[in-house]
Nanobody, 131 residues
């Protein structure tokens, strides 16, 4: 059973930073594509960022480009989301997700960005940005 546990959420002022972590209990973590999504009550869950299994490629939603950075440490089975220059509109529950499918990885091929492409999900961590 693959489990994902997010941490690092909290309350921060606009312009501040937070780093989210997602620990994954899977021996094959290194082979997973990893993603971050977020959801606001009453709205659909949306893509934030994703990283390929070998970190060759990362992709971001336009709304977070230049402010958020996704990374992974395969030795620690952990993926991170460094969030800077936070805005009130970044307030949401942030979810970590894993795509266990084996796909060809190339720097020219976008990483999975659809919810349906991900097999495993964490429970979410709340991020609140005050103005």
């Amino acid at each position: 059973q693959v489990q994902l546990v997010e941490s690092g959420g909290g309350l921060v002022q606009a312009g501040g930073s937070l780093r989210l972590s997602c620990a994954v209990s899977a021996r094959t973590f290194a082979s997973y594509t990893m993603g971050w999504f977020r959801q606001v009550p009453g709205k659909e869950r949306e893509f934030v960022a994703a990283i390929s299994r070998s970190a060759i490629r990362t992709d971001y939603a336009d709304s977070v480009k230049g402010r958020f950075t996704i990374s992974r440490d395969n030795r620690k089975n952990t993926v991170y989301l460094q969030m800077s220059s936070l805005k009130p509109e970044d307030t949401a529950v942030y979810y970590c997700a894993a795509d266990s499918s084996i796909s060809y990885v190339d720097s020219s091929i976008p990483v999975a960005q659809r919810i349906s492409e991900y097999d495993y999900w964490g429970q979410g961590t709340q991020v609140t940005v005050s103005s």
